[in-house]
């Protein structure tokens, strides 16, 4: 892989938020998600929701903006504020996986194999 493109998915790798967990967000817990986005908003009521509506990390990273505001998070840039950290923790899983792949010399955390 050219070094030049390694670096720069690295270094959106190390722009991006990541979870504490030691595998990919698709195989999160509802509590793993619920710290998740503790962790990025700060706010317990998005937590809360995710409790009650039982979002896995795999449904987490389904969310759309409508689904979000028929489980109640509002107001809209709130919505929009969340999707972004969606797009960032995407964009993160799918840069690591493409890195494990071609051979980077960081594989993802969560180890594959």
Not at 58 to 69: I, K, N, Q, W
Request: proline share 4%; glycine share 12%.
């Amino acid at each position: 892989m050219d070094t030049r493109l390694q670096d720069g998915a690295e270094a959106l790798l190390e722009g991006c938020p990541t979870a504490e967990v030691s595998r990919p967000a698709g195989q999160w817990t509802v509590a793993e998600v619920g710290a998740w986005l503790t962790a990025r908003s700060g706010a317990g009521e998005l937590a809360e929701l995710v409790r009650e509506h039982a979002i896995s990390g795999r449904a987490l990273l389904r969310l759309t903006e409508g689904t979000l505001r028929r489980m109640g998070v509002a107001p809209r840039s709130r919505c929009r504020e969340l999707l972004r950290e969606l797009l960032r923790l995407r964009l993160q899983q799918e840069l690591e996986e493409l890195l494990s792949i071609v051979g980077g010399e960081h594989p993802p955390r969560w180890g594959h194999g």
